[in-house]
């Protein structure tokens, strides 16, 4: 017995790497050094250095929506949940994302199904302005089902040490701006798997509210917002950045906080989308749970001076955001939720 009677076929490896490359080498910038197929990817620094360089690095996966993929038989977006899914995280500290490495694990190696999920990787990539340098694809027969596959990433960013974002100097009575999102992004899957189920007909029925199908809302894209942060971390005093992932408001917006400050939103402050409203309906969860789950339609929260806050939802508009003041931070600790169902 040979490695491709035991499940592995190197070919098809050598292959899914040739359809690859096109992709991969759309987000080369001068930085890159070298080809692919080295063991590491070499990314120069030089432009950069001076003042204090802080790497910022970040990795993540998309999760269970993959399930949403593999029924619809569509591969090529759900890379740029995986490239959003850490570029966001990184821009929270003021970090310009610079390489991005991917892992992509399959039970079989379809070499036309691998170029589409990294096409999507790619195009991640260029949204957020960072190289995809390198990466991993693994064929494991009989760990994962033939036809499907787990998607990871992991990201590098820099900063000068003393523009760094870190919420240190946040205080009372800041203002809080928000960043729509495209939808459910990539997090809390596992409960929207269960509301909306995987039948596929199911699925593929118009819902007029969404003005789409189920399948197309929730393979909607996570939304990157690397370039639109950055404009607007060098224009304005952005305090503290948070990206709105598993655990909502509740459990995200804090993290940029100093210790003694929390903050009040004001959930009609802003246009939700109406598949929350669906996702509420479906599962008679409260605000309060709600909010402590999904993104709720705000994908990234600024936190930023009261004097710059009306300045700073105009620039984020005009870069083609959709935005909102929510809020400010007060005494205390956490997040206080106004206007919410109990």
Partial sequence: MDYKEAGVDVTAGYKAVELMKKHVKSTFDKNVMGDLG????????????????????GTDGVGTKLKYAFIADKHDTVGIDCVAMCVNDVICQGAKPLLFLDYMAVGKLFPEQAEQIVSGVAEGCRQAGCALIGGETAEMPGFYTVGEYDLAGFCVGIVDKRKAITGANIAEGDALVGLASSGIHSNGFSLVRKLF???KAALEKMQPRL??????????????????????????QIKGIAHITGGGFIE???????????????????????????????????????YNTFNMGIG????????????????????????????????GEGVRLLGIDK
């Fill in 38 to 57: 080295s063991f590491g990817g070499f990314y120069a620094i030089g432009d950069y250095v001076g003042g204090e360089p802080v790497l910022v690095a």
């Fill in 211 to 236: 003005h789409k199908t189920l399948l197309e809302e929730v393979l909607t894209p996570t939304r990157i917002y690397v370039k639109t942060a950055l404009e607007l971390i060098a224009r304005y």
């Fill in 300 to 331: 990234l929260m600024l936190c930023v001076p009261q004097s710059e806050a009306a300045a700073v939802v105009k620039a984020a508009e005009a870069l083609g955001e959709k935005a909102y003041i929510l809020g400010k931070t007060v005494a």
């Fill in 252 to 290: 995200n917006v804090p993290r940029m906080f100093p210790k003694g400050i929390g903050c009040e939103i004001d959930i009609n402050a802003y246009d939700r989308l109406p598949v929350f409203d669906l996702l509420k309906e479906k599962s008679g969860l409260p605000d309060s749970k709600l």
């Fill in 197 to 199: 189920g995987e039948d």
